[in-house]
């Protein structure tokens, strides 16, 4: 059985830091990313790698605070976060796919088959 259980959100102030793990137990997967959802707002893309090779994009609103990254040992995929805003609060949620995605494809949310419960970040003083 697939599972994408993510871990590692909070509540951080402006300025700060989080790294958010996605262990993905049940199997590898071709491609997986990170969405988010603010409250009232609809889902969006944050960020994704296909697992082999190097291939990896983000989000203008996170490029050069976010980086996305995995550890294919223990099968599990990060978000390091940096420089948080006010503005990335929002529920973030791992999503992942057997195909192996070209990158344009990446920030649609229909071409991943399985999702994450999400975890919460909050970034507030």
């Known amino acids: 059985q697939v599972q994408l259980v993510e871990s590692g959100g909070g509540l951080v102030q402006p300025g700060g830091s989080l790294r958010l793990s996605c262990p993905a137990s049940?199997?590898?997967?071709?491609?997986m990313a990170w969405f988010r959802q603010a409250p009232g707002k609809e889902r969006e893309y944050v960020a994704a790698?296909?697992?082999?090779?190097?291939?990896?994009t983000h989000a203008d609103s996170v490029r050069g605070r976010f980086t996305v990254s995995r550890d294919r040992a223990k099968n599990t995929l990060y978000l390091d976060m940096n420089k948080l805003k006010p503005e990335d609060t929002a529920t973030y949620y791992c999503?992942?796919?057997?195909?192996?995605?070209?990158?344009?494809?990446?920030?649609?949310?229909?071409?991943?088959?399985?999702w994450g419960q999400g975890t919460q970040v909050t970034v507030s003083a």
């Open positions: 790698l296909r697992w082999s090779g190097t291939t990896t």
């Open positions: 999503a992942a796919t057997s195909r192996n995605l070209i990158a344009s494809s990446f920030p649609a949310s229909s071409n991943y088959d399985y």
């Open positions: 049940g199997r590898t997967f071709g491609t």
